[in-house]
């Protein structure tokens, strides 16, 4: 069986540091891993406009940032496939066709959709296409045969849908056209949820609590300056906690052993960072300064990169075309055996034709 990947992400702003060790740093490992045929990545805008219906002005121009954040994070239209979702119409179909395949009642208990929800505030003025998200996305992953498909935690419950309506559809029509995707986590425990700058609550665009990859210098300077850390820690020689401390679950997300014999050559490692911390003597200032110097490391690179690619808009357009012209081509093979296994392919039935022709001469 082929091996492929689908992953993307909703185009309502500039991806941040959250996105990169959730699952762009992971994406571009899975590229250069040679394991995978096929690898496609979306920018998922239809899904982005189910609570942006009002402003897709919003949506259209943040499909560009999205863009750059992912070939500047080294993603390589070489190995992968950069596609638009609203592009691609047999995605529609197919979400339609899933709609048959799943009660109301199932969607309202979906984890994921409830959060979102209540997140969002829309209390009883739900959009129907909000609603329907995880049906979307079962169409997004299944079209293209993903067996794979890299999330953070709080997405598994939309996997696990999608899951049921491959099993569904095979129970109703044919087990032998979709693929049942599974779940690729992140190694590091500590990046499936990355919290926001103010320690209350998971890095989100619309919480305003994120450093974005195309930040400069100085705002991530200023952004980490005013980190949430432990509200106890009042003076150097107080011990701290670790646990719940935003700047230190940062360093578990990024620090490497290499960064101290760089930038802080008083310690090994992170453990010995906590264990003084924790005992008292080592204010907080000293340890966000070198938390900016960690991701000036990671992030100056890629925010180089991303200058490169502003200056040929054109190539990046061309980069999504190429993409999207060959998911186009995928979807409709995908979608003609759906179809064919539905028996709704009326004009390719030659049999169907056959019989009823004979059925009416006889008649």
Not at 145 to 160: F, H, I
Not at 228 to 244: F, L, N, S
Not at 322 to 343: D, N, P, S
Request: hydrophobic share 35%.
């Amino acid at each position: 069986m082929r091996k492929v990947i689908l992953t993307g992400d909703r185009p309502t702003g500039k991806l941040h540091i959250g996105h990169y060790v959730g699952s762009l740093r992971e994406r571009v490992r899975l590229q250069n891993s040679g394991e995978y045929d096929d690898i496609f990545i979306m920018i998922a805008d239809a899904q982005a406009l189910t609570d942006n219906a009002d402003n897709p002005e919003k949506v259209r121009q943040n499909i560009i940032e999205v863009a750059l954040d992912y070939l500047s994070c080294g993603i390589d239209p070489k190995k992968v496939h950069i596609f638009i979702q609203s592009e691609i119409q047999e995605l529609c179909e197919l979400t339609f066709y899933y709609m048959n395949l799943v009660t109301v009642s199932r969607l309202t208990r979906n984890p994921t959709v409830k959060s979102e929800i209540k997140m969002r505030e829309f209390e009883s003025s739900i959009p129907v296409g909000f609603m329907c998200y995880p049906i979307s996305q079962a169409a997004d992953i299944t079209l293209f045969k993903a067996d794979t498909v890299p999330v953070g935690e709080d997405q598994l419950p939309m996997l696990e849908q999608a899951r049921e309506i491959v099993r569904s559809f095979g129970n109703t029509y044919s087990d032998d056209v979709l693929v049942e995707p599974k779940a690729l986590l992140p190694s590091n425990k500590t990046c499936l949820r990355l919290p926001g700058t103010d320690g209350k609550a998971k890095m989100s665009k619309s919480l305003g609590n994120c450093i974005y990859l195309s930040d400069s210098a100085k705002d991530v300077k200023t952004k980490v300056m005013s980190m949430y850390t432990d509200p106890d820690h009042i003076r150097v020689e107080d011990p701290g906690k670790v646990e719940g401390n935003t700047v230190f679950t940062y360093l578990d997300a990024f620090c490497k052993d290499e960064h101290f014999e760089m930038f802080w050559p008083d310690y090994k490692n992170l453990q010995e960072v906590k264990d003084h911390y924790m005992r008292g003597g080592l204010g907080d200032v000293k340890v966000k300064k070198f938390l900016i110097k960690v991701l000036e490391d990671e992030l100056a690179p890629i925010r180089a990169e991303r200058e490169k690619w502003e200056q040929d808009i054109p190539a990046v357009y061309d980069v999504l075309r190429q993409g999207t012209e060959y998911a186009r081509e995928v979807g409709r093979k995908t979608m003609a055996e759906v179809k064919a296994a539905m028996k709704i392919n009326y004009f390719e039935d030659t049999e169907l034709i056959k019989q009823q022709a004979e059925k009416y001469k006889n008649k």
